[in-house]
């Protein structure tokens, strides 16, 4: 039954309503900051927009630019969310395939985040983001914080990851909030852009961009002595704006980055160092697994690609055919 004293949509009464467009600043899973000049609006979403996108965690992210139309309460209702330019995405954690979270959109630099001790580097983690970054043409790149952890029985292999990726192309920070090396190379690299920083949990995310941006004040967790693992602090994606200009976003620790929206046959194309190799492979389709005639796999016998990325590449590969359920670990 329609309510007769309800204005038919598009009258007078609807179209008098005031909108404002703005960029979304915080988005906890049921509330999104919507930041229009001065003002940051909280904001709801339609119904309608979850419907249409089912297949993410979330119909907004940080980064967003959307339309709202403003309540009387001083609240607004999100009712439209302009195209993306770009998003870092994974595969949600939990048991549903294919459910897809995005981490931000419309950025210019995703940094992935490791720590050298407590918890110690994650290869897969940074491979898998890297693929993720490179499928969506990110710029990524890695830093390898908690210098001051360093002891000289991790050195080389602390090393090798560095000029590995700082070969393939990747910027690669080394810092220490606690004695202040490469913070200056980090704010820099962080200047007049958007940027989002993404890890595990407790490698220091937020503490690095507190030691940037004096006055972000983001909450800091303790590394669990007995797990070695961080605690969840930071619970929701927030971009801050920075004063050197730009805009970064602390995200939520994760503790796998799984990949979507991949097939296995174009998994070759985003390990960058692959991808001079690929026209030369016999079959167009080739995954560079058991395939004959594989340049690739060639490439790898001849050292110009390393064991350790091919076999990361292998590893994300059969992940891929297993549909993904046992990832990033
Ligand atoms: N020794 C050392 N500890 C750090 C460093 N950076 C962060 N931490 C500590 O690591 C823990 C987790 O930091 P946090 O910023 O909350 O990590 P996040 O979960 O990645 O945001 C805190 O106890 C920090 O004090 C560092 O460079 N060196
Ligand atoms: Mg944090
Ligand atoms: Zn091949």
């Known amino acids: 039954m329609s309510d007769p004293l309800a204005p038919p949509p598009g009258s007078p009464a609807d179209t008098a309503a005031t909108f404002l467009e703005g960029l979304v600043i915080r988005a906890t899973g049921s509330w999104y900051d919507v930041q229009a000049g001065e003002q940051v609006i909280p904001s709801k979403v339609r119904g309608r927009f979850r419907l249409e996108e089912s297949e993410t965690t979330s119909p907004v992210v940080v980064g967003d630019r959307v339309t709202i139309r403003l309540n009387e309460d001083g609240t607004g209702l999100i009712t439209e969310i302009h195209p993306r330019r770009n998003e870092l995405k994974r595969r949600a954690a939990g048991r549903r ?19 050298i001790r407590l918890p110690k580097i994650n290869p897969g983690f940074i491979d898998r983001f890297l693929v993720m970054a490179e499928r969506d043409e990110l710029p990524a790149g890695i830093v390898f914080n908690k210098l001051d952890l360093m002891k000289p ?60 941006e004096p006055g972000l004040n983001l909450r800091i967790g303790e590394v669990s002595r007995k797990t070695k693992k961080g605690r969840h602090t930071t619970t929701y994606a927030a971009l801050y704006p920075l004063s050197s200009g730009g805009f ?25 160092e692959f ?32 064991p350790e990325r091919y076999e990361s590449y292998l590893n994300i590969l059969y992940s891929l055919h297993l549909g993904e359920k046992d990832v990033g670990r």
């Open 248 to 272: 970064v976003v602390d995200t939520p620790g994760l503790r796998e980055f799984g990949l979507v929206d991949l097939e296995p046959a174009e998994l070759g194309h985003y390990f960058v």
């Open 97 to 115: 395939v294919g459910l897809v979270h995005v981490l931000a959109a419309n950025i210019d630099a995703a940094w992935v985040v490791q720590s």
């Open 153 to 212: 029985a991790d050195r080389d292999a602390v090393f090798f990851l560095r000029d590995l990726y700082a070969g393939l192309g990747y910027p690669v920070l080394m810092t220490s909030v606690k004695t202040g090396e490469g913070l200056d190379a980090f704010a820099a690299a962080l200047r007049g852009r958007v940027s989002v920083v993404a890890g595990p949990s407790g490698v220091g995310k937020s503490s690095l961009l507190n030691a940037v």
């Open 275 to 306: 991808r001079p190799f690929l026209p030369a492979c016999h079959f167009p389709d080739c995954t560079h697994d058991h395939e004959p005639g594989c340049a690739v796999k060639e490439a790898v016998a001849r050292d110009e690609i390393t």
